[in-house]
Every structure is written in structure tokens, then in C-alpha cells.
């Protein structure tokens, strides 16, 4: 059974910091493209960041760009975002996502392994 964890959320000041995790059992990340999402109460869920399968290439929502980062380690099959400079409007449930075939990455519909959710929220 593959199983997605992310941990890492929590309550922060806005201008605040926090790393997320995103831990994989029951599948080997390495051949996959790992995105993260979040969603906000009454929004859609929108994509952060994404990573390609070496780590190589990641790309990021315009509103998170400079703030946030993405990474992974494969020898650990985890992947990482790192949030700085937080801001109230990044409050919301974080999730990663992670595929083999993902043609479309922003797409949350192009993704078949999800994680149940971190929540972050950012106090003004």
C-alpha cells in the first residue's frame, strides 16, 4: 500500500519559518515527479512547487517564488519545503503529491499518490 505523510505544519507568525516533509512508504519516489499543493477554506487547490525525478528542475507558483523551496533525497524517499517569509495568505492544508506519467504538473487531477494533509497558518 503506497502511503504519502507530510509533517512539518503548524501555527507561525507571519515572517516566520517552516520546513515540511513529505515521507513515502510502499513506493520508491525516485521515478517520480512530486509536486506540492495546498488549499485554502473555499479555494481551490492550486500547486506550489514541483520537482522533477533527479532533483534538477523545480518550479514554483509566482506568489511563493523567492520564499519557498523545494527539494528531495532520494536515497530517503523524501522530499522538503522549505517556507520562509511567511505570510497570512499561506495559510491553508499543504499536501504532496507524487506520479510516474505526469504530463501536466500543476494539474492536481494528474496525480494518483496523495498525502493526507499538513495544515500551515500564518498568524498576522
Not at 53 to 81: E, P
Request: charged letters at 20%; glycine letters at 10%.
Amino acid at each position: 500500500q503506497v502511503q504519502l505523510m507530510e509533517s512539518g505544519g503548524g501555527l507561525v507568525q507571519a515572517g516566520g519559518s517552516l520546513r515540511l516533509s513529505c515521507a513515502a512508504s510502499g513506493r520508491t519516489l525516485r521515478n517520480d515527479r512530486v509536486s506540492w499543493f495546498r488549499q485554502a477554506p473555499g479555494k481551490e487547490r492550486e500547486l506550489v512547487a514541483t520537482i522533477s525525478r533527479s532533483g534538477g528542475y523545480t518550479n514554483y507558483a509566482d506568489s511563493v517564488k523567492g520564499r519557498f523551496t523545494m527539494s528531495r533525497d532520494n536515497a530517503k524517499n523524501m522530499v522538503y519545503l522549505e517556507m520562509i517569509s511567511l505570510k497570512p495568505e499561506d495559510t491553508a492544508v499543504y499536501y504532496c503529491a507524487a506520479d510516474i506519467g505526469v504530463s501536466s504538473y500543476a494539474s492536481a487531477n494528474e496525480y494518483k499518490y496523495w498525502g493526507q494533509g499538513t495544515q500551515v497558518t500564518v498568524s498576522s
